[in-house]
């Protein structure tokens, strides 16, 4: 964790004899700084609960197909459903918090995560029916029978697990917002060696079966929330935790309306591309489709992970400036990670672009597989360029809490461009998979990028930070 003498050593002024070129330099070497703190451990730290889930799916997928099946199925469908809500939602928490913080107002960050903690809470009670009800609602997506049923089944077992999304995200975002991303890539760490070694003991070694695989999943995400905890209340956030509040309670429809921008904001992109693999599964010979577009859907999940570590970055780091007054250090901070992120996005762009041949060797060794993911790997390196811009203007929408505006965006750009154009390109002019990716991210992510990205530069940054002051000084 960074003391405070460390944070200035980041912040020192310029030197007033640099050069023009050396001062630029210098600023983006100390932005750059700041922005990796958070970035760094944030990559690391997704990657590890993500890990998780691919963990049990692998673990299942050796108890036979039915059960890979339902798991998958449970975990990419019921769950994930539940899971981008609820972290759009969390990321509410991005703006208040890392304004806040910015500002001084320390004691604000703990308030603000315990309202978190009940608006998310109460929105898992409220999503319960999706568990309910999971069989007929798979039933009526096409499932068959045996799989729907299964599914359900542990659908319902994996209620812990939707349970701690309520204070799992709330926590990492409260920490991030402080800049103690260490904590939580440690605590994410030690959850997920804990995950792999449960599970080779109890799945592999003493074969448990499929429902042990789901009560390791709950149990070590739950490892998760009582290791973040710890650390907040056990001596490491002495300024922003100081016990439970009741104002907690208190502006709570404020907070709310913020939660649901948010949680609309985030799941509007996480839905986007599930609606690709319901589209693709209703094509002629969908079997081979959607086997080399899970593939690529994998190698872009993977990837993705960089981007929306730097979505947190960039969502902390102007919340932090705007907080503090800065708008000029908020731009700074957005043209940098911009930057920053789109080079690495034209890394893996120009890695797939090399070995479109070979990415999906990885998975399989079957000819007709590895030609018809070959054939979408143009599209897939696009993806990942473009998806290495678009999460930094929406973190910079979160960090200047612009979640509510940014929500009509996607849903315009998404729902009412990409889909339909995917749907025209596909079925219409017969370009089958590749003709409903195209048309999704030309026609929806692209544009939505486009439209972020002109509102960001056309952003007066001055009145932002006016703004972030004078909300802290309403709510604080």
Same mark, same amino acid.
Request: some cysteine.
């Given at each position: 964790?960074?003391?405070?003498?460390?944070?200035?050593?980041?912040?020192?002024?310029?030197?007033?004899?640099?050069?023009?070129?050396?001062?630029?330099?210098?600023?983006?070497?100390?932005?750059?700084?700041?922005?990796?703190?958070?970035?760094?451990?944030?990559?690391?730290?997704?990657?590890?609960?993500?890990?998780?889930?691919?963990?049990?799916?692998?673990?299942?997928?050796?108890?036979?197909?039915?059960?890979?099946?339902?798991?998958?199925?449970?975990?990419?469908?019921?769950?994930?459903?539940?899971?981008?809500?609820?972290?759009?939602?969390?990321?509410? !928490?991005?703006?208040?918090?890392?304004?806040?913080?910015?500002?001084?107002?320390?004691?604000?960050?703990?308030?603000?995560?315990?309202?978190?903690?009940?608006?998310?809470?109460?929105?898992?009670?409220?999503?319960?029916?999706?568990?309910?009800?999971?069989?007929?609602?798979?039933?009526?997506?096409?499932?068959?029978?045996?799989?729907?049923?299964?599914?359900?089944?542990?659908?319902?077992?994996?209620?812990?697990?939707?349970?701690?999304?309520?204070?799992?995200?709330?926590?990492?975002?409260?920490?991030?917002?402080?800049?103690?991303?260490?904590?939580?890539?440690?605590?994410?760490?030690?959850?997920?060696?804990?995950?792999?070694?449960?599970?080779?003991?109890?799945?592999?070694?003493?074969?448990?079966?499929?429902?042990?695989?789901?009560?390791?999943?709950?149990?070590?995400?739950?490892?998760?929330? /009582?290791? !973040?905890?710890?650390?907040?209340?056990?001596?490491?956030?002495?300024?922003?935790?100081?016990? /439970?509040?009741?104002?907690?309670?208190?502006?709570?429809?404020?907070?709310?309306?913020?939660?649901?921008?948010?949680?609309?904001?985030?799941?509007?992109?996480?839905?986007?591309?599930?609606?690709?693999?319901?589209?693709?599964?209703?094509?002629?010979?969908?079997?081979?489709?959607?086997?080399?577009?899970?593939?690529?859907?994998?190698?872009?999940?993977?990837?993705?992970?960089?981007?929306?570590?730097?979505?947190?970055?960039?969502?902390?780091?102007?919340?932090?400036?705007?907080?503090?007054?800065?708008?000029?250090?908020?731009? /700074?901070?957005?043209?940098?990670?911009?930057?920053?992120?789109?080079?690495?996005?034209?890394?893996?762009?120009?890695?797939?672009?090399?070995?479109?041949?070979?990415?999906?060797?990885?998975?399989?060794?079957?000819?007709?597989?590895?030609?018809?993911?070959?054939?979408?790997?143009?599209?897939?390196?696009?993806?990942?360029?473009?998806?290495?811009?678009?999460?930094?203007?929406?973190?910079?929408?979160?960090?200047?809490?612009?979640?509510?505006?940014?929500?009509?965006?996607?849903?315009?750009?998404?729902?009412?461009?990409?889909?339909?154009?995917?749907?025209?390109?596909?079925?219409? /002019?017969?370009?089958?998979?590749?003709?409903?990716?195209?048309?999704?991210?030309?026609?929806?992510?692209?544009?939505?990028?486009?439209?972020?990205?002109?509102?960001?530069?056309?952003?007066?940054?001055?009145?932002?930070?006016?703004?972030?002051?004078?909300?802290?000084?309403?709510?604080?």
């Amino acid at each position: 964790m960074p003391s405070n003498n460390e944070l200035e050593e980041i912040e020192a002024p310029l030197l007033e004899d640099d050069s023009a070129d050396q001062a630029l330099a210098r600023k983006v070497w100390v932005e750059s700084k700041k922005l990796w703190h958070i970035v760094g451990p944030s990559i690391f730290s997704r990657l590890a609960t993500y890990s998780m889930s691919v963990v049990t799916i692998a673990f299942a997928g050796h108890l036979g197909d039915l059960e890979l099946a339902a798991i998958s199925i449970a975990n990419n469908v019921i769950v994930a459903f539940n899971f981008g809500l609820l972290l759009g939602m969390a990321s509410a !928490l991005e703006t208040l918090c890392g304004q806040a913080f910015g500002a001084k107002k320390y004691y604000m960050l703990g308030v603000y995560m315990q309202r978190s903690w009940i608006v998310l809470f109460t929105c898992c009670v409220l999503l319960l029916p999706l568990y309910l009800f999971a069989s007929p609602l798979l039933k009526l997506l096409g499932q068959p029978n045996d799989v729907a049923e299964l599914s359900a089944t542990v659908s319902m077992w994996m209620l812990p697990l939707h349970f701690s999304f309520a204070f799992q995200f709330p926590l990492q975002r409260f920490l991030q917002c402080q800049l103690k991303t260490m904590a939580v890539a440690w605590v994410s760490l030690v959850a997920l060696l804990v995950h792999i070694f449960v599970s080779w003991l109890f799945v592999y070694k003493m074969q448990f079966g499929l429902i042990a695989t789901i009560h390791i999943l709950n149990f070590s995400w739950w490892v998760l929330v /009582f290791g !973040l905890f710890g650390y907040v209340v056990f001596g490491g956030c002495p300024l922003t935790w100081t016990g /439970f509040s009741a104002e907690a309670f208190s502006g709570l429809w404020e907070f709310v309306k913020l939660s649901a921008a948010s949680g609309v904001m985030l799941c509007l992109e996480n839905w986007y591309y599930r609606i690709l693999m319901l589209m693709t599964g209703n094509l002629p010979n969908p079997k081979l489709a959607v086997d080399a577009l899970s593939i690529c859907m994998t190698i872009n999940g993977w990837e993705i992970m960089i981007p929306f570590a730097f979505l947190a970055g960039t969502g902390v780091r102007v919340a932090n400036e705007l907080g503090a007054g800065n708008g000029k250090g908020a731009k /700074f901070a957005t043209i940098v990670s911009v930057v920053t992120s789109s080079l690495i996005g034209l890394f893996f762009w120009l890695l797939i672009m090399i070995y479109h041949k070979e990415i999906a060797l990885i998975f399989t060794l079957s000819e007709v597989i590895l030609q018809a993911v070959n054939e979408l790997s143009i599209l897939l390196a696009f993806t990942i360029l473009l998806n290495s811009i678009q999460p930094v203007f929406s973190g910079v929408a979160v960090g200047s809490g612009w979640q509510s505006y940014v929500a009509y965006v996607n849903l315009g750009t998404y729902y009412f461009v990409g889909v339909p154009l995917g749907f025209l390109m596909g079925w219409v /002019f017969h370009q089958g998979v590749k003709g409903i990716w195209l048309g999704m991210i030309f026609g929806g992510t692209a544009v939505q990028t486009l439209i972020l990205a002109v509102i960001t530069m056309r952003c007066d940054w001055d009145k932002e930070a006016e703004k972030a002051i004078n909300i802290c000084k309403e709510v604080c």
